[in-house]
């Protein structure tokens, strides 16, 4: 059985490192989108770069022999997930979306949610003059006007132009810890953070400093997804998901 993991998360990466421990007879190819330098990769084969669209998907599912699909692609790489959505009815490949949840808020939180990155913008005068920026290198055009604003950008390589002017670039990448967030909110004067609604617990902590703090959140929404595609919320829900593709191929149910 041969599985394509459209990946570059964690659980993609986790997902992955189960199949080759667990189901040897698997074969796994990862497919990374190759925005980052240099990926974490996964055990099994590693694809990077795009297919050409949804119809260049489905050619390399058929000419790969691929069985199983699995988009555990980031929640806001939503071009991915309708090109997989359509090229697995293409090729008649069975697709999972492997999603994390995303946050959601409790008490003492102070949220703005916004559509989109642009929407964030518009926000930000209104709230803070020293911006704590999670939403990574791509999209920083949008906070590019706003010069009135002091940005810490935060992602794992170098934002490239166009960019805010007033910025410090802080190169890292999760998981973070609530001790270091805290400290980076105290010694940068943070007083707004602007985070896109990622979910999972790697880049969490800032969402409980910035409770603690009191300080507002600018909370990106995420964008449409497919529908009709079955999803699951972690890497040991997508196996048994793999297993029972597999049951299905070895004990086909008769009509």
Same mark, same amino acid.
């Given at each position: 059985?041969?599985?394509?993991?459209?990946?570059?998360?964690?659980?993609?990466?986790?997902?992955?490192?189960?199949?080759?421990?667990?189901?040897?007879?698997?074969?796994?190819?990862?497919?990374?989108? &190759?925005?980052?330098?240099?990926?974490?990769?996964?055990? &099994?084969?590693?694809?990077?770069?795009?297919? &050409? &669209?949804?119809?260049?998907?489905?050619?390399? =599912?058929?000419?790969?022999?691929?069985?199983?699909?699995?988009?555990?692609?980031?929640?806001?790489?939503?071009?991915?997930?309708?090109?997989?959505?359509?090229?697995?009815?293409?090729?008649?490949?069975?697709?999972?979306?492997?999603?994390? /949840?995303?946050?959601?808020?409790?008490?003492? !939180?102070?949220?703005?949610?916004?559509?989109?990155?642009?929407?964030?913008?518009?926000?930000?005068?209104? =709230?803070?003059?020293?911006?704590?920026?999670?939403?990574?290198?791509?999209?920083?055009?949008?906070?590019?006007? =706003?010069?009135?604003?002091?940005?810490?950008?935060?992602?794992?390589?170098?934002?490239?132009?166009? #960019?805010?002017?007033?910025?410090?670039?802080?190169?890292?990448?999760?998981?973070?810890? =609530? !001790?270091?967030?805290?400290?980076?909110?105290?010694? #940068?004067?943070?007083?707004?953070?602007?985070?896109?609604?990622?979910?999972?617990?790697?880049?969490? /902590?800032?969402?409980?400093?910035?409770?603690?703090?009191?300080?507002?959140?600018?909370?990106?929404?995420?964008?449409?997804?497919? !529908?009709?595609?079955?999803?699951?919320? !972690?890497?040991?829900?997508?196996?048994?998901?793999?297993?029972?593709?597999?049951?299905?191929?070895?004990?086909?149910?008769?009509?």
């Amino acid at each position: 059985m041969h599985v394509l993991i459209l990946g570059g998360t964690t659980e993609a990466r986790h997902l992955a490192e189960i199949l080759a421990a667990e189901e040897p007879d698997v074969k796994v190819t990862s497919s990374l989108a &190759g925005r980052v330098a240099a990926p974490r990769l996964p055990p &099994g084969e590693v694809r990077i770069g795009g297919f &050409g &669209g949804a119809d260049g998907l489905a050619q390399w =599912l058929g000419a790969h022999h691929v069985d199983a699909l699995i988009d555990a692609t980031h929640p806001f790489a939503g071009t991915i997930s309708f090109n997989a959505a359509a090229a697995a009815a293409t090729a008649h490949v069975p697709l999972l979306a492997l999603r994390r /949840p995303g946050w959601v808020p409790v008490e003492g !939180d102070r949220w703005h949610e916004a559509g989109s990155l642009e929407d964030a913008a518009r926000l930000l005068p209104a =709230l803070g003059r020293r911006v704590f920026l999670t939403t990574g290198r791509m999209g920083l055009a949008a906070f590019a006007d =706003l010069d009135e604003l002091w940005f810490l950008v935060r992602s794992v390589d170098a934002p490239e132009p166009p #960019h805010p002017t007033r910025m410090e670039a802080l190169l890292d990448r999760g998981p973070f810890s =609530l !001790d270091g967030e805290r400290e980076l909110l105290r010694r #940068h004067h943070i007083d707004v953070i602007v985070t896109k609604d990622s979910g999972g617990a790697a880049t969490a /902590p800032k969402l409980v400093a910035a409770r603690e703090a009191g300080l507002p959140v600018v909370v990106v929404r995420r964008p449409p997804v497919p !529908d009709g595609v079955p999803v699951v919320p !972690d890497p040991g829900q997508a196996v048994r998901w793999m297993r029972e593709r597999v049951e299905l191929a070895t004990f086909p149910v008769s009509d």
